[in-house]
């Protein structure tokens, strides 16, 4: 009996000493974490049985199409948990963390999928090229658009060979034409911006638009670019032909958007983006093409009406309308009409509305542009100061919609 009891005692540390074997990968954890891994490990293998690495992305794409990120990631991890050198799975994983506002992990991500295609897919450069800034944002655009330009070109042997029509539009590998006109608008942005101080970097900015209208001749992103760079060096006449040839290309389609939300999708390849409308709005704003300002303000205040800086610009162009009538009526030395003391007081009210709303937005959305907040401030002291509205409400009156089409002639005093 003895003897027995003393080897059932040797026995339990060699059972121990296996544990931190089996368990590796447990050892630190809180027993809820431990749960949670064995959860995911678990998942992993059902989804690994049940799924390939080819559906889960079609999956992952699906949730992308709809915006639905987060799912989209699960999708997507679960293909890299199987495959982690996939690089189609790594490039969505990095537009998906891009998407959630996750920079360093898509930084990571996309910085892995060079080091294993260099020479392949432009996108991962672009994006790398839109997070760093200066020499660095340079170095990545330029390899990208190397990449773009090596893909058309071996396309293009392929199409001449085979004889067939290409489809680029059907391979992510294969840049369209547009592709690389808005690849040198970033590239010749950067010389306007961080490098504008640099020997040359003037000549440089207009070489590189100047490539980008040669691949897309009615890309408005670089009509504008070139609006920017023109009047940048006082040649504001061509630079306003430039920048009304660029609005022209896709405010009509934003109107028609704007008007019918089934439209929508098909308009977003021709709508620039987001940020480049509102450097549109400035720059009509300078030229005083105040109604077309409204017009493209109006648009983007219907998209997102959390962007400080597009309230801002709308109160700034409805005080400047109203000091250019004001103006007018004082250059004619005549009474003021009834019809304009009513116009008046709409635009300077739309402007008192714009501009509250600028200011009690702006600490909600944080941010950080001090000149921007005095002059709202300068502006509505000058205007009867800030419009009165209830707690926790609209600044804007209910009734009162910028962008409505059916009230658009009643309703909206800044179309005047």
């Not at 990120?69 to 495959?83: K, S, T, Y």
């Not at 040669?214 to 006449?237: C, G, I, K, V, W």
């Not at 209910?398 to 059916?406: G, I, L, T, V």
Request: with cysteine; proline share 4%.
């Amino acid at each position: 009996m003895g003897g027995q009891a003393k080897g059932k005692k040797k026995n339990k540390p060699k059972r121990k000493e296996n544990r931190p074997h089996r368990d590796a990968g447990f050892v630190g954890l809180s027993p809820q974490e431990r749960v949670k891994l064995r959860m995911h490990e678990k998942a992993k293998k059902k989804t690994a049985e049940k799924y390939s690495a080819q559906q889960l992305l079609e999956k992952t794409e699906e949730c992308m199409d709809s915006f639905d990120f987060e799912m989209a990631g699960l999708f997507c991890q679960r293909a890299l948990d199987m495959d982690s050198n996939n690089l189609q799975a790594l490039d969505m994983m990095g537009h998906i963390c891009s998407e959630l506002g996750d920079t360093q992990k898509a930084k990571g991500i996309f910085l892995r999928a060079v080091e294993l295609s260099p020479d392949v897919g432009h996108s991962k450069y672009m994006y790398l090229g839109q997070i760093h800034s200066g020499q660095e944002a340079v170095d990545y655009y330029t390899r990208g658009i190397q990449v773009q330009l090596s893909a058309l070109e071996k396309q293009a042997q392929t199409t001449v060979q085979s004889g067939a029509t290409a489809q680029p539009h059907e391979d992510p590998d294969v840049p369209t034409a547009k592709d690389v006109s808005v690849a040198y608008c970033s590239l010749a942005e950067i010389y306007l911006t961080d490098l504008c101080m640099e020997e040359g970097a003037a000549d440089k900015c207009r070489e590189l638009i100047e490539r980008a209208l040669q691949y897309h001749h009615d890309n408005p992103e670089a009509l504008q670019l070139m609006a920017s760079y023109l009047f940048s060096t006082e040649r504001n006449q061509e630079g306003k032909e430039y920048l009304l040839r660029s609005v022209g290309l896709w405010l009509p389609a934003q109107k028609q958007s704007t008007a019918s939300s089934s439209t929508a999708e098909g308009m977003q390849n021709v709508i620039p983006p987001y940020e480049s409308r509102i450097t549109t709005a400035k720059l009509l704003i300078e030229t005083e093409e105040y109604e077309m300002a409204v017009d493209v303000l109006e648009g983007l205040l219907e998209e997102d009406d959390e962007v400080v800086q597009v309230w801002y610009l709308s109160g700034w162009v409805c005080y400047l309308q109203l000091e250019k009538a004001k103006e007018q009526q004082e250059r004619e030395g005549r009474e003021v009409t009834e019809d304009e003391m009513e116009e008046w007081k709409a635009l300077k009210d739309a402007a008192r509305s714009y501009l509250t709303n600028a200011k009690k937005l702006y600490p909600k959305m944080q941010c950080d542009d001090q000149p921007m907040l005095e002059h709202v401030e300068q502006l509505l002291g000058e205007l009867g100061g800030e419009m009165e509205g209830e707690e926790g409400e609209p600044v804007l009156d209910d009734d009162y919609e910028p962008c409505s089409d059916e009230e658009e002639d009643e309703e909206a005093p800044m179309e005047h």
